[in-house]
């Protein structure tokens, strides 16, 4: 109990950290926020009213104070570009966004297990050194050359599936696979090493000689302990997920947060840029938060130690 | 990091893919510092009539929309690889190393207090970070090798961290300690020399990153502008013939893949031997 108050506490202190680095980042812009939002043609009687307006007249940790409270009630402040709402904006396109991340996580789990599984099958043979050397292969191609790559093959030459988009199921799974990949290749070395590790434990050896098919050594005995480690490993990747999507969205046109975020970039829409990194990294240490508290709850190993 | 030396039976044979990862490190050295002498074409010629015109014997990769040798164009590319990748490895590893062995050897509140700032910008996605910092220097090379610098450092830190704690422990170290050796020299003989096989093991890993993630932030625009040969920059501009002519995107996509590659096999053969 206590244990698990302390990690609530330290979840907290890192989301405090995530506002104070996104300040930071906006106190160290180069020019005038209040310019910005101005406009080139503003005067700067109007610069000056809106610097009053805007807080920046004041010190520098009552400007932060203000800038953590806005963000903790969700007010990312307007879009520069459109004038309305950056909450709104982050709204419109999440879905979109999240639809990707979560069918790349599929193909990715997907992936992992069946390559374990087989990896296991056969243990120090050539299927391990397979999966080692292709899964490293794999971690060696950026997100955005896979995605070109598989629009070359399945879209340009193949004709399978439409070179851009993510509305329909036909569309998702180019970019999904793209996104999905790295994880999947990462996933599985994880899971392929803790299998193995398990499946040459005691208790999984103990089972066999007590006249337990390979089956259910696998699944009944070894597979619960070495799903530990790779479910950490995979809450861990979500924010990987968040991050690769960037590229996978721009590469396939796809109007979510990820270009939202990269088209903001471009037109210097601050606002905007604040908001979607404060949305993805408040999104990733909650998912760890989470993560902690179910790993906790399926081993009680972890509930002992703290 | 974890993500790649993490997997597999670590006693099995690195030897292998020591050789393939410092033959593919190898020829992206070679191609960075001998290529813009051997292939004498001039990346940024334009000759717009001789526009997307296949291989041949004098341009054995073609020349691209704007009419300019693509091989040329590589080869200038991994010199400003190498030179982003080796800048901003060496910037993050250096401020990394240095405030993690510096925080693990002192422990108490001063390790608690970095470590949670280390989590702080490892709630953020990498990529995420390096597009921040990129964006806050603006477009250009300079920015690319912050931005790396700035991505790599909180995994250096972390890991050094955690080697200097461990180290702490040892008979020599506290031998030091107890000699009143100033921990300036503690550090960099004792601490640091010993956890240096892993973190070497680690920078090669990071160098992998940091090509891909250099790339990446060239292509969404954040690289140095447009005539300079850049391989993320290439491949934007060379998707919009992705139908007419794929080898625009193919060619730097295949370097991109093969130096991630190489240093990715050299750091994972390097991290199971325990280091170099």
């Not at chain 1, 809106?50 to 007249?57: E, H, I, N, P, V």
């Not at chain 1, 120090?124 to 050194?129: C, F």
């Amino acid at each position: 109990m206590k244990a698990s108050l302390l990690h609530a506490l330290e979840t907290v202190a890192v989301l405090a950290g995530v506002v104070a680095v996104t300040f930071l980042f906006l106190h160290w812009l180069p020019g005038d926020p209040a310019q910005l939002y101005a406009g080139v043609e503003a005067t700067s009687e109007e610069v000056a009213i809106l610097r009053k307006q805007m807080g920046l007249d004041q010190p520098v940790w009552v400007q932060l104070a203000r800038h953590a409270m806005r963000l903790v009630r969700g007010d990312f402040g307007h879009s520069l570009r459109s004038g309305r709402p950056v909450r709104e904006e982050i709204g419109a396109r999440l879905p979109v966004t999240l639809r990707l991340a979560a069918c790349a996580a599929l193909i990715a789990i997907a992936f992992a297990l069946s390559a374990a599984f087989f990896v296991s099958a056969h243990p120090g043979g050539t299927a391990s050194r397979i999966l080692d050397w292709l899964s490293l292969s794999v971690l060696a191609i950026p997100v955005y050359w896979l995605g070109l790559m598989l629009i070359l093959i399945f879209a340009v030459k193949l004709r399978w599936s439409p070179p851009a988009g993510a509305e329909t199921l036909s569309e998702l799974l180019l970019p999904a696979l793209a996104l999905g990949a790295h994880t999947g290749a990462s996933t599985a070395r994880v899971l392929a090493a803790s299998l193995s590790d398990a499946l040459e434990a005691a208790y999984v050896r103990t089972a066999k000689g007590k006249g337990a098919s390979h089956g259910r050594a696998l699944f009944r005995h070894a597979l619960p302990n070495a799903l530990i480690p790779a479910v950490t490993y995979f809450f861990m990747e979500i924010g990987r997920l968040l991050g690769g999507a960037v590229l996978t969205e721009t590469v396939f046109a796809v109007n979510g947060i990820g270009r939202y975020l990269v088209t903001s970039i471009a037109f210097r829409d601050y606002p905007a840029v604040i908001g979607v990194t404060f949305f993805i990294a408040a999104s990733v240490t909650l998912t760890n938060a989470a993560a902690d508290i179910a790993c906790r709850a399926l081993d009680p190993r972890m509930r002992e130690s703290g | 990091m974890s993500t790649i030396t993490a997997g597999i039976s670590p006693q099995r044979k690195s030897h292998k893919r020591i050789a393939v990862g410092a033959f593919l490190t190898g020829l992206l050295v070679f191609a960075a510092v001998f290529g813009p002498v051997l292939v004498s074409e001039d990346p940024l010629a334009i000759e717009l009539e001789r526009s997307l015109e296949p291989p041949s014997l004098a341009h054995p990769l073609g020349r691209d929309a704007l009419g300019r040798d693509l091989l040329a164009r590589i080869v200038h590319g991994a010199r400003l690889a190498c030179a982003v990748a080796f800048g901003g490895v060496a910037l993050g590893a250096s401020f990394g190393i240095w405030l993690g062995i510096w925080a693990g050897y002192a422990g108490g509140i001063v390790e608690r207090a970095v470590m949670r700032a280390i989590d702080v910008l490892m709630a953020f996605p990498g990529f995420l970070l390096a597009l921040l910092a990129a964006s806050l220097l603006g477009p250009g090379v300079p920015s690319l090798v912050f931005a790396v610098g700035f991505f790599s450092f909180p995994a250096f830190a972390r890991v050094a961290r955690s080697l200097a704690a461990s180290l702490k422990g040892e008979l020599y170290v506290k031998a030091a300690t107890a000699l009143g050796a100033p921990r300036r020299r503690i550090l960099l003989r004792h601490i640091l020399r010993n956890a240096a096989p892993p973190l070497i093991a680690l920078v090669s890993l990071r160098m992998g990153g940091a090509i891909a993630t250099a790339s990446g932030l060239s292509f969404l625009g954040l690289g140095p502008a447009p005539p300079t040969p850049e391989w993320g920059a290439m491949l934007d501009s060379g998707r919009a013939y992705l139908w007419l002519s794929p080898r625009l995107v193919l060619a730097p996509g295949l370097a991109l893949v093969l130096s991630a590659l190489g240093f990715y096999l050299l750091g994972d053969g390097l991290g199971r031997r325990g280091g170099p």
